[in-house]
């Protein structure tokens, strides 16, 4: 049984920091892309960052760039997402997804994603 867990949520004010961090058990971590995507209320599900199965492909929503950074540890089928400069704007609930891949390559649809966690409250105050 596949499982996906966030953590890492919390109350921060405008212009902290914070890491989000991803647990997926029951499936060959190495093997998915893996995916960030977050939703405030009243608005669409959008993607955030995604990574390929090796790391070496990134993407980041226009909004977030250079902000926000994605990363993973294969070994501990764990992924993290460093966020910084938070503006109130990030404020959502963020959900981590894996992906089936057939390549070394992560999409920022979330469509394409297989597995869902129960997502984690971020909320940034001004």
């Known amino acids: 049984q596949v499982q996906v867990v966030e953590s890492g949520g919390g109350l921060v004010q405008a212009g902290g920091s914070l890491i989000l961090s991803c647990t997926a058990s029951?499936?060959?971590?190495?093997?998915?892309?893996m995916g960030w995507f977050r939703q405030a209320p009243g608005k669409e599900r959008e993607g955030v960052s995604c990574?390929?199965?090796?790391?070496?492909?990134?993407y980041y929503a226009d909004s977030v760039k250079g902000r926000f950074t994605i990363s993973r540890d294969n070994a501990k089928n764990t992924l993290y997402l460093q966020m910084n400069s938070l503006k109130p704007e990030d404020t959502a609930m963020y959900y981590c997804?894996?992906?089936?891949?057939?390549?070394?390559?992560?999409?920022?649809?979330?469509?394409?994603?297989?597995?869902w966690g129960q997502g984690t409250q971020v909320t940034v105050s001004s």
């Open positions: 997804a894996a992906e089936v891949v057939l390549a070394d390559y992560c999409s920022a649809s979330n469509r394409e994603y297989n597995y």
């Open positions: 990574i390929s199965r090796s790391g070496r492909n990134q």
């Open positions: 029951g499936l060959t971590f190495s093997s998915y892309g």
